[in-house]
C-alpha cells in the first residue's frame, strides 16, 4: 500500500498494476487501499470483478462499461450497442470526473485499456496474476504482490481464529506460516480448519502439512476456498509448451535453477525459451529471484508435481529428471576441467546431448558456478542414488571435488563421499569405490573420527590393489600417512611418506612426485627439522613452479610449507616473504582455510620477531575465517591468542 500511496503522491491520475500468484491477496489489498481512500475521489469508486481466472470466460469490456455508464448516471437506453462507442462515451462521461476504479482480476492488457477513465484525477488499481505490461505505454506502474513475510503470516493466523491460542504455541505457528509459504489463501484455508475445531492443536495441523503429497488436499476446501483450484485457473491459462515447462521444471531436484537448466529441458534455442519463460513469470508461475535464476514458490510446485503425474508419462518424468541431472554433471564436469584438470577420471555416457551446461572461462568463474549451485549439486547426486542411477550418482560425487579442494564443507563432504562409496558399491566399480573411500578417509580425519579415517584408508588400499592400479595403491597409502601425522604418529608418518615418495619417483606422474616433496618437507618441519624440510619444499616448488598453470593450488601450498621451514630456520625475512604471496595467491584463489594458514604463519613470524600487536591482529583474522568454516584447525589459532592474552573471543 505504500507503493501505491507513493505513486499517487508523484501525480494525481495513476494505473497501478497489483500482480501476483494466485491466492496472494491482490484483491484483498486493492479493496483495503480503495476503502481507506474514498474520501479522496469525490465522485465516487467503480469496481468490477473482470473474472479473468474464475474459470469461465473471462468478462466482456463491453458488460463492463455498461454496468459503469448506468453508475455514472447515463440512462441505458443511450448505451450504444458497440464497444467502440461505448469506450467513446465512457471517456467523455469520465472526462471531468474524480473517480477511483478498481478491476479485480484482470486477464489481459486489452481487457483493461478500454476501462480506463480519461479524467487526469482518476485513479484505476488493477489486480492481475499476469504482469499486464501491455499497459506499461499506457501510464501504468506494475506493483508486485508477494507472499506475507513470517511475522505478518502468523498474524494473520492470530487475527483469525484467536491470538492468545496462537501465542500459546508460537513455534508450531511459525512453522504453519512457512509450510504455507506466506500465501494468504493457504493460510485462511489453515486458519478456517483451527477455528472450525478449537480442539485441534496448530503442531497437529503441521504435522498434517508436512506430508508434501497430501498438502494440497488438506489446504482445500473451506468455504469455498482451495489452494488448488485457486493455481488451477492459472495453469489452464498457459500454452501448451510453457504448461508442459510447468511441469517438467518442478521436478528440479533443487530450490533454485538457472536460465542454462530451463534450455537443457526444453531443449528448444534461447529465443524460444526465453519467450516461454517469460510467459510462465507473466502468469506468476515461477518467480524470478536474480537475472536468470528463477524458483517455484512450495505449493505452486507442488501443484506443478502434481500435475505432471495426472498428464506425463512414467518415462517422460523420468527422462526429465535425468536430464537435468546429467545437466549438472556436465556442466559440473567442465568446470572440474577447469579447476582440477590433473585428476583422473571415469568417462560418462550422456542419454542425449545438452547443448545448455556453461562453458567457464577460467578457474573463478568455474569455482563461481561450483559454489552457486552447490546445494542444487548435492541434491542431484541424492536423487540420482534414490532413482537408482548409481553410475549417474557416483559421478556426480566425484565431480564436485573443485568444490571440495576449494571451499571445504566437511559436513557436506562427508554426506558426498558416503553417497559415492555406497553409489560405486552398487554399480559395481570397484576403482570408483576406491576413490571414494580415499576421500572419505580424509573427510573423516578433517572431522576427527580418526578410527573411521584409517579403516577407509585401508580399505581404499585394498581396493586399489583389487584392480592393479598401483598409482591409487600410492595416494591412498598417502592418505593414511597424513592420517598417521595428523594424530600424532609422526615416526609412522615419516617412514609413510618416504615409502610414498619412493615409489612416486618409479611412476611418471611428476606433480604426484611434488605432492609428496611438499607433505614429507612440511612433516620434517612439524617434528622439529626444518633444515631437512628444505630440501624436499624447494624440490616441490620447482615441480609446482613449472605446473603453476595447471595446479596453482599446491603451487602456493608450497608457499606455505617454505614459510613455515623458513620460520623453523630463523629466516624470518624469507619466511615472512613466503607467506605473504601465499595469502595474496590463496585470496585469489578464493581458498579460505589455506589463505587462513597463511596468515596465520604471519602472526608467528611477528610473534617471534616481538611484535605481539601485530601477531594478535593476523592470529584475530585467522580465527575469524577458521570460525566461519567450522574448521578442526580454529582451537589452536586461539590457543596462541589467549597465550598472547589477545582475547579469543574477538572473532
Given amino acids: 500500500m505504500c507503493a501505491l500511496d507513493g505513486y499517487l503522491a508523484e501525480r494525481g491520475n495513476l494505473v497501478a498494476v497489483l500482480f501476483g500468484p494466485g491466492g496472494v491477496g491482490k484483491s484483498a489489498l486493492a479493496r483495503q487501499w480503495a ?18 481466472f474464475s474459470g469461465t470466460e473471462p468478462l466482456d469490456p463491453g458488460v463492463v462499461l455498461s454496468a459503469f455508464l448506468r453508475a455514472l448516471g447515463v440512462a441505458p437506453d443511450r448505451i450504444p450497442p458497440h464497444l467502440a462507442e461505448q469506450v467513446t462515451l465512457y471517456r467523455t462521461v469520465t472526462a471531468d ?53 513470517a511475522p505478518e503470516a502468523v498474524e494473520l493466523l492470530g487475527r483469525a481464529v484467536g491470538r492468545e491460542r496462537i501465542l500459546r504455541e508460537f513455534a508450531p505457528a511459525e512453522e504453519l506460516a512457512g509450510i504455507c509459504g506466506g500465501l494468504p489463501i493457504a493460510l485462511v484455508v489453515a486458519a478456517g480448519r483451527l477455528a472450525s475445531r478449537p480442539k485441534l492443536t496448530v503442531r497437529r495441523m503441521v504435522a498434517e502439512l508436512a506430508d508434501e503429497a497430501q498438502r494440497l488436499t488438506r489446504l482445500s476446501v473451506v468455504d469455498g476456498l482451495s489452494v488448488r483450484t485457486t493455481f488451477q485457473f492459472s495453469y489452464e491459462a498457459l500454452t501448451p509448451e510453457a504448461s508442459m515447462l510447468y511441469r517438467r521444471l518442478a521436478l ?4 533454485e535453477f538457472g536460465m542454462d537448466l530451463v534450455a537443457a529441458v526444453a531443449g528448444a534455442d534461447g ?96 569455482l563461481g558456478w561450483l559454489d552457486r549451485e552447490r546445494s542444487n549439486l548435492l541434491e542431484a547426486g541424492r536423487v540420482a542414488f534414490d532413482l537408482g542411477l548409481h553410475e549417474l550418482a557416483w559421478q556426480l560425487s566425484d565431480v564436485v571435488w573443485p568444490l571440495l579442494l576449494y571451499f571445504k564443507g566437511y559436513e557436506d563432504r562427508l554426506a558426498i563421499d558416503e553417497r559415492g562409496v555406497l553409489a560405486a558399491r552398487a554399480w559395481g566399480n570397484v576403482w570408483a569405490e576406491a576413490v571414494m573411500l580415499k576421500r572419505l578417509g580424509r573427510a573423516y580425519s578433517r572431522l576427527g573420527d580418526h578410527d573411521a579415517a584409517e579403516r577407509h584408508g585401508r580399505a581404499a ?11 591409487g595403491v600410492i595416494d591412498a597409502e598417502e592418505g593414511l600417512a597424513t592420517l598417521y601425522a595428523d594424530t600424532g604418529r609422526e615416526e609412522l608418518a615419516a617412514e609413510a611418506y618416504t615409502r610414498v615418495l619412493a615409489g612416486r619417483r618409479t611412476l611418471p606422474n611428476v606433480r604426484s612426485v611434488g605432492l609428496s616433496c611438499l607433505n614429507l618437507g612440511m612433516l620434517r618441519t612439524r617434528t622439529g627439522r626444518p633444515a631437512e624440510a628444505l630440501p624436499l619444499l624447494v624440490e616441490a616448488g620447482q615441480i609446482f613452479a613449472e605446473l603453476s598453470e595447471v595446479d596453482p593450488y599446491n603451487a602456493a601450498r608450497v608457499l606455505i610449507g617454505l614459510a613455515d621451514a623458513r620460520l623453523g630456520t630463523d629466516d624470518l625475512g624469507t619466511a615472512e616473504e613466503s ?15 589455506e589463505r587462513a594458514e597463511a596468515v596465520f604463519l604471519l602472526g608467528r613470524i611477528a610473534h617471534r620477531r616481538g611484535d605481539d600487536e601485530t601477531a594478535r591482529r593476523h592470529y ?30 574477538e572473532r
Fill in 35 to 52: 476503502h481507506g481512500r474514498l474520501d479522496r475521489f469525490a465522485d465516487g469508486q467503480l469496481y468490477a470483478d473482470l473474472r479473468g
Fill in 97 to 149: 470526473r474524480s473517480l477511483l476504479v478498481v478491476l479485480d482480476d484482470a486477464f489481459s492488457a486489452a481487457q483493461v485499456r478500454a476501462l480506463l477513465p480519461a479524467s487526469a484525477s482518476a485513479v484505476v488499481v488493477v489486480t492481475s496474476r499476469r504482469r499486464l505490461t501491455g499497459l506499461l505505454p499506457d501510464g501504468a506502474r506494475l506493483v508486485e504482490v508477494g507472499p506475507l513475510p
Fill in 271 to 366: 529465443a524460444r525459451v526465453g519467450a516461454v519463460v517469460g510467459e510462465l513469470l507473466d502468469a506468476n508461475l515461477v518467480e524470478e529471484v536474480a537475472e536468470e535464476r528463477f524458483r517455484y514458490h512450495d505449493l505452486l510446485r507442488l501443484y506443478a508435481r502434481e500435475m505432471s503425474e495426472q498428464h506425463d508419462r512414467p518415462d517422460d518424468r523420468l527422462a526429465a529428471v535425468r536430464t537435468m541431472l546429467e545437466f549438472y554433471l556436465a556442466a559440473a564436469r567442465r568446470a572440474d576441467l577447469v579447476v582440477t584438470p590433473y585428476r583422473r577420471r571415469l568417462p560418462y555416457a550422456y542419454q542425449q546431448d545438452l547443448d545448455g551446461p556453461p562453458e567457464f572461462a577460467d578457474r573463478a568463474a568455474a
Fill in 579 to 593: 607467506a605473504t604471496e601465499a595469502v595474496r595467491r590463496m585470496a585469489g584463489l578464493g581458498a579460505d582455510s
Fill in 620 to 649: 584475530r583474522e585467522a580465527a575469524s575465517v577458521f570460525a566461519a568454516l567450522a574448521a578442526p584447525r580454529l582451537p589452536d589459532v586461539l590457543r596462541r591468542l589467549d597465550e598472547l592474552g589477545g582475547d579469543a573471543d
Fill in 461 to 471: 588400499v585394498d581396493r586399489y590393489r583389487q584392480v592393479g592400479d598401483a598409482q
Fill in 252 to 255: 528440479h531436484p533443487g530450490a
